[in-house]
């Protein structure tokens, strides 16, 4: 089974060529780190895997079921999730128990397994202490992270992660990569990732992407490297 497989992708913006000759899989259980200079069409990837762009060639195909035979779900951190306005009116807490309802629980109260979801999810961000803060009272880096929280909350079968620790210092993003690895590991969640921070990241991952520029394009165009698979430090 694969949750995500990508067979010769290209995409393009009007005439401009962006990305060509992308395949690669991500299967549950796997932990997948993609990489590429700034400008190197990564999100634009992204979305084409989402279905909010349409590649000019080739397939990306979604798992419609999950390990247990059930809907696939996916949990997507865009780059932009910490853009919450001053006022917005949600407290922490009610931003996180949202992620919840999509388990077919909304208009109904939460139980204790929900609750006890949204607390582990809390705590692996490290933003519990801050469950009863205002969304509009916290830093950029502070609604990074319960945008993540909430997206563990509702227990996805497939994360895809667009830079995600953004704001985080060193000590929290190694905390959440090993979160990521724990996950991916011991529940089979499978985990497409974009990152700059190779060196941290390259120990907790089990698969490599990287975009580079084709030396013979005369646009910024990017293709894949290779799909390299990778060592991980034993759990």
Known sequence: MHYIDVKNLAFQYEEEPLLENISFRVNPGDFVMLTGENGAAKTTLLRNILGLLKPSKGSVQLSPKNLDAEKLVIGYVSQQVSAFNAGFPSTVL?????GRYQKGKWLKRLGQEDKEQVRRSLESVGMWEMRHKKIGEL???QKQRISIARVFATDPDLFILDEPTTGMDVRSREEFYQL???N????KKGILIVTHDHEEIRNYANKHIELVRKEDSPWRCFSMDSC???SR???
């Open 139 to 141: 830093s950029g880096g």
């Open 184 to 187: 991916s590991e011991k529940h």
């Open 233 to 235: 430090q034993p759990s």
């Open 180 to 182: 990521l690895k724990h």
């Open 94 to 98: 009610e931003l996180v128990q949202s």
């Open 228 to 230: 390299k698979e990778l």
